[in-house]
């Protein structure tokens, strides 16, 4: 019952998800202009449900490669790798990012987007950005979005999958999704931190870190998603709060479509 619930929401999703496409080949919030980060991230989930990528966003993407931030850079690198792959020069600007200790970027959130675009684009990553992310593990099995922060539920599922693409096994890994477990709550969707309560993203998260792993993802998860389904295909953010639509919906039809990045 759980996979046939997810593949319904997926579908409504993605059809929302198909719909933001604005005249400039770019995607878009409801009243809202075309970004280079909701762009990169709608070509990614319709690339994880199995649809055509439209030209006009990859045009979108490979005309707005300048003056981007760390993440939206990774981002739009893994939306190009997917729909025919990652030019040159956004490479080039990726591997600029590469620290001597390890770190891409400056934070340990882009450390994990920079390995897993390196990954989607097919690249290696270097054993000292496996070494310094598996260090950065808090003792709690948690990752922060930055070196000796609050570790938090979906910095902690990126990184299982950044580790996962890179080969890492063992109990840096079990010790990860033992902490997404214990975000888990009742409703069966998963919380960002400790009170905070489940939200959408934070659930599809959770999910694709169980999947990069190999492990089960719980059925209640799906279960969550799916009762977040707006009409118009669109999904809630949590049971209270209706945000940024593409955003949550986007983030989470990898998830309903049982995809993990980098996406294969």
């Given at each position: 019952?759980g996979v046939k619930?997810?593949?319904?929401?997926?579908a409504?999703v993605?059809?929302?998800?198909q719909?933001?496409a604005?005249?400039?080949g770019?995607?878009?919030?409801?009243g809202?202009?075309?970004t280079?980060?909701l762009?990169?991230?709608?070509?990614l989930?319709?690339d994880?449900a199995?649809?055509?990528?439209?030209?006009?966003?990859?045009?979108?993407l490979t005309?707005h490669?300048?003056?981007l931030?760390p993440t939206?850079?990774?981002?739009?690198t893994?939306?190009?790798?997917v729909?025919g792959?990652?030019?040159?020069?956004l490479l080039?600007s990726?591997?600029?990012?590469?620290?001597?200790?390890?770190?891409i970027?400056?934070?340990?959130n882009?450390?994990?987007?920079?390995m897993?675009?390196?990954?989607?684009?097919?690249?290696?990553?270097a054993?000292?950005?496996v070494?310094y992310?598996?260090?950065?593990?808090?003792?709690?099995g948690?990752f922060?979005?930055a070196?000796g922060g609050r570790?938090?539920?979906d910095d902690?599922?990126a990184?299982?999958e950044?580790?996962a693409?890179?080969?890492?096994?063992?109990?840096v890994?079990?010790?990860?999704?033992a902490?997404?477990?214990?975000?888990e709550?009742?409703d069966g969707?998963?919380?960002?931190?400790?009170g905070?309560?489940?939200?959408?993203?934070s659930t599809?998260?959770?999910?694709?870190a169980?999947?990069?792993?190999?492990?089960r993802?719980?059925a209640?998860?799906?279960r969550?998603?799916?009762r977040?389904?707006?009409?118009d295909?669109s999904?809630?953010y949590?049971?209270?709060?209706?945000?940024?639509?593409?955003?949550v919906?986007?983030?989470?039809?990898p998830?309903?479509?049982?995809k993990?990045f980098?996406?294969?």
């Amino acid at each position: 019952m759980g996979v046939k619930i997810a593949v319904l929401a997926a579908a409504s999703v993605l059809s929302f998800v198909q719909g933001r496409a604005q005249p400039d080949g770019g995607y878009a919030e409801p009243g809202g202009t075309s970004t280079v980060g909701l762009t990169a991230t709608a070509v990614l989930a319709l690339d994880a449900a199995g649809a055509q990528v439209p030209a006009a966003a990859r045009a979108y993407l490979t005309a707005h490669e300048t003056g981007l931030t760390p993440t939206e850079l990774e981002l739009a690198t893994m939306a190009e790798a997917v729909s025919g792959g990652a030019s040159p020069a956004l490479l080039a600007s990726l591997r600029a990012l590469e620290r001597p200790a390890g770190a891409i970027g400056p934070a340990l959130n882009s450390t994990i987007w920079g390995m897993l675009a390196l990954r989607q684009a097919g690249q290696a990553v270097a054993a000292s950005t496996v070494a310094y992310l598996e260090k950065a593990q808090s003792r709690n099995g948690g990752f922060g979005w930055a070196t000796g922060g609050r570790p938090d539920n979906d910095d902690t599922a990126a990184a299982v999958e950044a580790l996962a693409s890179a080969g890492v096994r063992g109990s840096v890994v079990t010790r990860a999704l033992a902490f997404l477990s214990a975000r888990e709550t009742k409703d069966g969707g998963f919380e960002l931190q400790p009170g905070a309560g489940s939200n959408v993203q934070s659930t599809a998260w959770s999910i694709q870190a169980f999947l990069a792993a190999g492990a089960r993802p719980p059925a209640a998860a799906f279960r969550y998603l799916a009762r977040m389904t707006r009409a118009d295909g669109s999904l809630r953010y949590s049971a209270r709060y209706v945000t940024t639509p593409l955003w949550v919906s986007a983030q989470a039809l990898p998830a309903l479509s049982r995809k993990a990045f980098p996406l294969r």
